[in-house]
């Protein structure tokens, strides 16, 4: 089985846990890393390998309290690197957490809902 991606989380990085053998794949944190691409790209390629052979059913979760610009087409690259799940015929979901009184991670959430076909749910947390 594919082995564990993990990458402890700091003040302006979010903690990355993708976890094959729970079929969980979180996010979790603040992302506005000072080098982005150093930061994300082994990760996208951890996907891309992952890709190839993905689980029965992988579950991806969001819980970012905030994350720039750059971070956000990051997150736009993992989301449609993760879309190639569906086309090996496995299951994959997405569900993206938001503050009740965060407006700019709800919008960010429906925006990314919005852009694929993975299926995808909010989730207001009060």
Not at 4 to 29: A, V
Not at 36 to 65: A, C, G, M
Not at 77 to 85: A, S
């Amino acid at each position: 089985m594919f082995e564990r991606y993990f990458c402890e989380g700091s003040e302006d990085k979010p903690k990355i846990d993708f976890n094959p053998h729970k079929n969980i794949f979180e996010i979790t944190g603040n992302s506005f890393p000072e080098e982005s691409s150093k930061f994300f790209i082994p990760l996208i390629q951890w996907l891309e390998v992952y890709t190839l052979n993905p689980n029965e059913q992988t579950h991806l979760i969001f819980r970012l309290d905030y994350f720039n610009s750059l971070s956000g087409k990051f997150i736009y690259e993992i989301l449609f690197t993760l879309q190639k799940v569906l086309q090996t015929g496995k299951k994959i979901n997405i569900s993206w957490y938001f503050n009740a009184d965060d407006t700019f991670i709800e919008e960010k959430g429906e925006e990314f809902k919005s852009a694929i076909e993975i299926p995808f749910e909010l989730v207001q947390i009060q």
